[in-house]
């Protein structure tokens, strides 16, 4: 039988010695009858809120959060712009126990209702951030759990292959699923205090110059370590604000960024399916069964087309340019440039690059280049294929021998060569054929023009996107 809001105020008096009421309201805080609470004022002008538990894991639930509460000391709260209820003190009253804590004001939005942009859903991201910016010291004092990363993804990989074992989940889940766990990207977070998956009316508003703010956070019954993704997997169910509360939660995040913070949130939102499918199991109920089954098809056919892991979630190239423009420039040590160049300025205006606009970076390079003598220059492919069709129509028409400042070579060896190769002066077997002078040249013109190119490219990148 439901306690009248008269019964549960004469359980503050008995949780609260000499505290009287002058006033009580029911509280409805969407909590889906699983407890009875009211709102009450005092004759010291404090305004409370009792609670009662229907349900034995709410009491659970509620005897927790008052430790957790009890573990958020004065230092803690000062660093947070919101309210933090006080517990106040408990009561007997028979099956259960009664809970006193202070009000937080304000009101709430259900998930589906937050709008994207400023209000509601910047004000949350930025909360949970400073949330997860606590002390974990906060909760590993208090006894509180306390989860790694690898413990985190070694508890869903449970979950995950014991639902498995119901065949009731969806292949494409569980193949989904499996992949997300095994890679070991998605898992070297560091973990954070949490509020252990609280949706959105864990916070309540008030308005600041007309701008919906979070005034307070009332739910801390699952205050943790662990996986800060899990405090955002209801952004699922909001997906005009999703985007709005992520860019307000990083904007604000006092540690280092999460690229996959995103894909983790997901993921604890679709395993949330496989946990009722689990509790169907643990209860021996099939009506759960059935409907957390339904679920799980209805989820399988609406991620079909969706990676759990989209490219927004990730650092993507433009975003690594940026952030290399950004580095200092080193000053070189030395000289490196290249004496040894020689640049035929017409190729280099060929590229859009002036003989003026190279000498002003390098000014020596100028006078390298003119003091190059002229049979150091790189002779031009069309030059070199002429200079071979001369070589080798001249041995074509008199078959003579020729004489070299190497020494005596026969015609008709070097014409059955292929272009570019040198015949040997000795008949050694294990010689290696020499290039021709000709072969050399190309392969140096080539380079040459291999270099100016990536020369060219990196002068394109540097002036950005055309």
């Known amino acids: 039988m439901a306690r009248s809001p008269l019964t549960l105020a004469a359980s503050v008096s008995a949780a609260l010695p000499g505290a009287e009421a002058t006033r009580v309201q029911a509280l409805t805080t969407h909590s889906a009858g699983r407890n009875e609470s009211a709102v009450v004022t005092l004759t010291d002008g404090r305004t409370v809120v009792v609670r009662i538990p229907v349900e034995e894991s709410t009491a659970s639930e509620l005897a927790t959060e008052a430790l957790a509460l009890r573990a958020l000391t004065d230092g803690a709260r000062a660093l947070a712009d919101f309210l933090i209820p006080e517990f106040l003190g408990s009561a007997a009253t028979p099956p259960s126990r009664a809970f006193v804590t202070t009000f937080v004001p304000g009101y709430q939005v259900d998930t589906a209702q937050i709008p994207a942009g400023p209000g509601v859903a910047y004000s949350l991201g930025a909360t949970l951030a400073q949330v997860h910016a606590l002390p974990i010291s906060i909760v590993r004092n208090a006894g509180l759990p306390a989860r790694t990363a690898q413990e985190v993804r070694a508890d869903l990989e449970k979950v995950v292959e014991e639902a498995s074992a119901t065949g009731r989940v969806p292949v494409r889940l569980m193949v989904r699923w499996r992949e997300a766990l095994g890679n070991d990207a998605l898992w070297q977070f560091q973990p954070t205090i949490t509020l252990g998956g609280a949706d959105a ?56 960024g999460d690229e996959y913070l995103r894909a983790r949130a997901r993921l604890h939102a679709e395993l949330e399916f496989a946990r009722w499918l689990l509790h169907g199991r643990d209860t021996h109920d099939d009506a ?154 190309i392969i140096t013109n080539d380079q040459e023009e291999a270099a100016r190119a990536a020369r060219a490219a990196i002068d394109r990148w540097k002036t950005g996107p055309i």
Not at 216 to 231: E, M, N, Q, R
Not at 322 to 344: C, F, I, K, Q, W
Not at 372 to 395: F, G, K, M, V
């Open 288 to 441: 759960i069964m059935d409907d957390a089954g339904a679920m799980l098809d209805s989820l399988a056919e609406n991620v079909r087309e969706e990676d759990l892991m989209p490219l927004d979630d990730k650092i993507d190239l433009n975003d690594a340019l940026a952030a290399m423009s950004n580095l200092p420039e080193r000053a070189p040590v030395g000289d490196t440039s290249m004496h040894t160049d020689a640049y035929d300025p017409e190729e280099l205006a060929l590229s859009g690059v002036s003989q003026s606009e190279l000498s002003a970076v390098d000014p020596a390079r100028e006078s390298r280049v003119r003091a190059a003598a002229a049979d150091t220059q790189a002779l031009s492919r069309e030059e070199l294929l002429a200079a071979d069709a001369d070589l080798r129509e001249s041995a074509g028409t008199n078959g003579a021998a020729k004489k070299h400042t190497t020494g005596e070579i026969v015609a008709e060896a070097s014409a059955d060569l292929p272009f570019g190769l040198e015949p040997l002066e000795e008949e050694d077997p294990n010689a290696t054929q020499p290039l021709s002078p000709e072969a050399l040249a």
């Open 201 to 256: 009316l864990a916070f309540v508003y008030h308005d600041i110059d007309d701008v919906p703010t979070v005034a307070g956070v009332i739910d801390w019954h699952s205050l943790s370590i662990g996986d800060p993704a899990v405090d955002l997997q209801f952004l699922q169910t909001a997906p005009d604000a999703a985007d709005s509360v992520l860019d307000a939660y990083r904007a604000r995040a006092a540690r280092a």
